[in-house]
């Protein structure tokens, strides 16, 4: 039965929907969350196969979950190998593919509708990067999702560009690549336009900005207002820069201060956001003024102990992320990721992957060889 | 008393003490308590000096290198021994592998070190070991020829597996060259404890030789050694050994040895004999060393159906709990934790997955018709699978673990082995041997299907 037609998904989503559509900084229903979560987990135990023998081989069910945090975690890992749909493959409407080196299995996140993940990224987006203005003029360092196919983030930077960008919004990226002079042409309008900019893209985009940038002296003081969002890691395409230095190159050479600079943390298998709050406390919205990443309302986020994902560990400690989310309605709302996490009180701070020990001689490589 | 009790030890060797008293000491990371010498620059290049003038004005006699690394192996040997009484403490203190197995690690060790298996290597390596030393006849004509050791070997060795690195420096030392060892931080005392104890049983056999700890990739360090070198030893990972790869220079050559993992293949004719001892062989060799490096084992290939692999992994399991008592390991570090979950978790998904455990993930097995491939993580976690005929496992277009073998464990009947092993042959499989002896290999055994010491040296045909 194809999503438009099964009233069990149709019932679900709305419901997602209500709750999306009361925003970040909305209102919360007590045991709505729960509820939903439980329904969810329900559907998804029927109806995606892979997961319902994870769910069996850990002795949970809908008929015996006790608690939400209960709810098997599915490894990010796991959709680079299944196919993980509570539907058939004649429902699927968009799919994400994550980046990877040639010959490496990719993540395949499948789903049946973007209006769960289109109201997700708009409600978060603006809640923390646009918050005061409807439209901003955009500069996206980042191809189209047509020019990078299956990209969750060129297709969510195209979507915030078509509906929060002005029409002079553009992109610094020609055929995939940095388009430097381009970049640097439209940094310079916007300062002489005066109208705030907001420059979206990879820390590793911005990097090979920021060098190509002190390689010409160049410096642009972009007008007040004009913001920063950077996502994702390095990923072996520039130099690792650590987060203080990358923020203050960008308030050289950008003259956007740090506190106007948002780190957005996302990934393929997840359909929902998070940003940090730094840019709302500068711009005098209410939110805690921190770089803490703290779940939406229709995400709960636990960071957990790398052997046993029931497990929260406590606060100030250090753990696995652990999301569920409930914009990943047809695939798995419960994730187990890859990335290592400090629990900060009703947050987290991402530190890294969770890759394995060092590991040395003629052992194997832990991302590489030795597959299994 | 072990050696980090012993104020006068650092974790180094040099022939003459002297040459590094007045070099700063550094600590170890992750070593509490023990330090090394910064030997650095001009000091590396006068060290290395050192060792090649040590070597050109009187090189170790062949005999008495082979003596000496005899003895060594029978105090090896010698559970009471002063040797095995320092070794034992500091090497589990270092590793966090159990004592006992410590013991049985370096118990495997000892026999490596024999005069027969030097004197094996040396022949099967060289046909003539006096090549080293002058020509000999070249078989089969009537040319001679001349083997040339490097004029300085340099030698990365492993951190997380001590056998390794005790099998690197045998081989090392039987070329009589000028040599230097670069210790690992995860064991960075083992080499230079043995070097001590061969000078005490005679120094003339480590002449030119130096083992110490430095940080790897430091330049100030590494430059001027891998300048001098003419052939460079490594050990590690794609990305380690690609570093090092990058800085070396013609006509330097580099002998990589990079990440693999072992196979047990279970014929279905095994299933009549003792299927228990089988099992228990085949945690022996998961468990040892805790799994880490390229002979340890990764996967069961069992010959038979879904419900033999699955038959098998049970009797594992039960086997690898019996080798956690026996050898107990605390669950893996907290680092490997999460991708040991991972791993299981996503193989739990497979269907027909079976799942055994450890509840602390000290050990895991998975049995499954057709796994997907996933990232290895180590940590006593061995998937079991089925193929209908062992063929299909040299085949499997999908597993590229296959390509990655380095060392299969058969059990199968006399009548079969030798057409599987001449499959494993094809499939570029380094060595065959049976169920248990995995972790015991030959000192001359091909790692990574490279001779033991073939690669390190230089030939000189005399055709008159």
Redesign the interface.
Known sequence: MSAERDPEVLALDARILALIARGEGGPRVDGEFEGLARDLFGHQYQHNV??R??CD?DGVSPDTLRRIEDI????T??F???ELVTFPPTGAALAFVSSGTTGE?RSRHVLDTSALYDAALFASYRHFVQPDRDRLRLLLLFPTFADAPGSSLGYMLDHVRARLGTPDSARGVVVGRLDVDGTLAELRRAARDGAPLVVLGTAFSFVHLLDAMAERDARVALPPGSRVMETGGYKGRSREVPRDALYGAIATRLGVAPAMIVNEYGMTEMGSQFYDGTLRAALGCPGRPDRVKRPPPWVRSWVV?????TREVSDGATG?LKHLDLVNRGSVCCL?T?D?ARRVGDGFEVLGR????E?????????????? | MSLASDPALTCAFVPDPAWIADRPRVPIPGAPGLVAPRIEGAAMFDLVARLVGQVAARRPSGAAVVRALDALGQRLADPASPLRRRLEPDLASATGLAPALVAAGLERCARQLTAAECERTLALELGDPAALDGFVAVPGTPWRRQARAPELLAVFLPGNVFAAGITALARALLLRCPVVLKMASGDPATVPALLHELAAIDPTVVRGVAAWWWPGGDAAVEEPLLASADVVVGHGDDTTLAALQARVHPPTRVVAYGPRVSAVLIAREAWSGDVEALAAAVATDVALYDQAGCLSVGVVAVEGDAAAAEAFGERLAGALAEAQARWPTGGPARELAAAVTAARRTLAMSEGARVWAAPDQAWTVVSAPAPPAVPFPGGRFVVVRPFAEFSQLWTSAVDDWVTQLQAVALAAPPARAEGIARDAARAGVARVCGVGQLQAPSLGWPQDGRPALGDLVSWTWWEA
């Open positions: 892979p997961y023998r994870l081989a098997p975690a599915c490894p890992e796991a680079k190998r299944y299995a102990e790398p052997s046993d994902p696995v187990l890859g290592r969770a890759a394995g020990a590991l040395r001689g003629c052992s194997l490589a832990l991302e590489r060889l030795g597959r299994l």
